[in-house]
T-cell receptor
Framework: EAQVTQNPRYLITVTGKKLTVTCSQNMNHEYMSWYRQDPGLGLRQIYYSMNVEVTDKGDVPEGYKVSRKEKRNFPLILESPSPNQTSLYFC????????????FGPGTRLTVL | RKEVEQDPGPFNVPEGATVAFNCTYSNSASQSFFWYRQDCRKEPKLLMSVYSSGNEDGRFTAQLNRASQYISLLIRDSKLSDSATYLCAGEGTGRRALTFGSGTRLQVQP
């Protein structure tokens, strides 16, 4: 089954404790991205990757890191989480950059205390 | 001005009603548009793509108006199961593949 998976789905952590949210897709998509979704603000892009070893900042990259060592995986790293990073996070992938449907993972609900 | 704007709603309609949402976009160079459906706190899922000639899928019709720079979604014979948030998306600029609106919430009532 074609899908995007994320783990963990729910996470409660404390300020400053490094965490990684994994994202994996099995559709051989080149383009992957991370979004956060907050009430009233919609989906905002954090980072994206056009292909292996090619990553770039989105609209709200501060406090986040990513890596793309393999085509299928695109982890999101929070080196020192803060309460303002409490949000719902989605990973997405697509075959082409702009003209293609994006497939979203199930989301990770993160709470930083 | 946001690149893609939607009325957040909520739109409260009775079952069987016809409801329409509009979404305006600012990037006149955009070629690709989409409507996504998002159930409460779940991932957005593609509802339909929006073509220049319009697109119809059962009770759902999407239209593109380039002159006025908006896309629309029409839902006929609303069902309770249509209750969700509908996100429009347009081809992004710069770093973005797609730019999403904040979503329009639809609540279909019995």
């Amino acid at each position: 089954e074609a899908q995007v998976t994320q783990n963990p789905r729910y996470l409660i952590t404390v300020t400053g404790k490094k965490l990684t949210v994994t994202c994996s897709q099995n559709m051989n998509h080149e383009y992957m991205s991370w979004y956060r979704q907050d009430p009233g603000l919609g989906l905002r892009q954090i980072y994206y990757s056009m292909n292996v070893e090619v990553t770039d900042k989105g609209d709200v990259p501060e406090g986040y890191k990513v890596s793309r060592k393999e085509k299928r995986n695109f982890p999101l790293i929070l080196e020192s989480p803060s309460p303002n990073q409490t949000s719902l996070y989605f990973c997405a992938s697509s075959f082409r950059f702009r003209t293609d449907t994006q497939y979203f993972g199930p989301g990770t609900r993160l709470t930083v205390l | 001005r946001k690149e893609v704007e939607q009325d957040p709603g909520p739109f409260n309609v009775p079952e069987g009603a016809t409801v329409a949402f509009n979404c305006t976009y600012s990037n006149s160079a955009s070629q690709s548009f989409f409507w996504y459906r998002q159930d409460c706190r779940k991932e957005p899922k593609l509802l339909m793509s929006v073509y220049s000639s319009g697109n119809e899928d059962g009770r759902f019709t999407a239209q593109l108006n380039r002159a006025s720079q908006y896309i629309s979604l029409l839902i006929r014979d609303s069902k309770l199961s249509d209750s969700a948030t509908y996100l429009c998306a347009g081809e992004g600029t710069g770093r973005r593949a797609l730019t999403f609106g904040s979503g329009t919430r639809l609540q279909v009532q019995p």
